[in-house]
Structures are given as C-alpha cells and as structure tokens.
C-alpha cells in the first residue's frame, strides 16, 4: 500500500504524519511525504528559504521514518498550490490513501481561505483520511454535560 502525507510545520501536519506511522505496516508500505512550496514564495525573494526550510522539515520527517523502522518512505518538496499538487502527486505515484492533519479553522477562515483537507477530500481519486487530532490532546467539549 502506497500512503501519501502532506506535511509542513503545523501540528495537524505532525499528528497526520503520526497517524500513517500507526496504519501503515511499516515492512511492506511506502509512505510518501510531500511538503509544497506555495508558489507565491517561489516568485518573491522568499524561495530559498522557503526551499530550505521544505528541505529541513523533509530531513526532520526522514529521519523520524527512519527512527520508527519505516522502509521504503520517500520526501518530496514541490512547488505550486498544495491542493493540486498533491492530487497530481497522487496519480502520478499510483497513491492508495491520503492522510492530511486538519488545522480545525473557523467559518470565517475556511469561508475565506478554503481549506485544503475538504479540496482533497472532495478531488481526490483515492481514500482520504482526515486527522483531527492527536490522541494525547484533549478533546474539546461544549454545552452542559
């Protein structure tokens, strides 16, 4: 089974990329981890820190593959738009399941900014699996109990 985890330096990132760690067998699986450059950075001044950075976290992530005996993983840095780079990705890598970290925005930022985990879920060929949260954080509640 081939995995595919978007990660930047976010903690939904983080707790996504724990996730595939506890699904995937870690023996006979890829896992795939993918960090996009927004575009916009790669046409300012900002590219070569923001390549270094992609290049830094990638390590960061590669070296926790290694840590937890995972096989066969390969980190990959585009540039472009991180929802069509990553169904391109997808396709491309005949991927089986995305596993993306929610950021849990409000109305207002998702109604403004659009949320990358609902693009995939909705534009995505394969199975898509939404992260959360961590199981160490606690579970936010409201209302009366």
Do not use: W
């Not at 590219?47 to 593959?65: A, D, G, M, P």
Request: overall charge neutral; aromatic content about 6%; proline content about 2%.
């Amino acid at each position: 089974m081939k995995y595919l985890v978007l990660v930047d330096e976010s903690k939904g990132a983080h707790n996504a990329f724990n996730m595939a760690l506890k699904i995937m067998n870690k023996e006979k699986d890829e896992l795939h981890i993918l960090n996009v450059i927004n575009e916009g950075d790669a046409m300012e001044n900002y590219f070569e820190v923001s390549k270094n950075k992609s290049q830094t976290l990638l390590e960061n992530y590669s070296e926790k593959c290694h840590k937890n005996g995972v096989k066969h993983y390969n980190p990959t840095s585009l540039v472009g738009d991180v929802r069509n780079e990553s169904i391109n990705y997808c396709q491309k890598h005949a991927i089986n399941m995305i596993i993306v970290g929610s950021r849990g925005m409000g109305m207002l930022s998702r109604a403004l900014l659009g949320s990358v985990s609902e693009y995939i879920v909705g534009h995505s060929p394969v199975s898509v699996l939404v992260v959360k949260k961590s199981e160490d954080e606690p579970v936010a509640m409201s209302g009366n109990i």
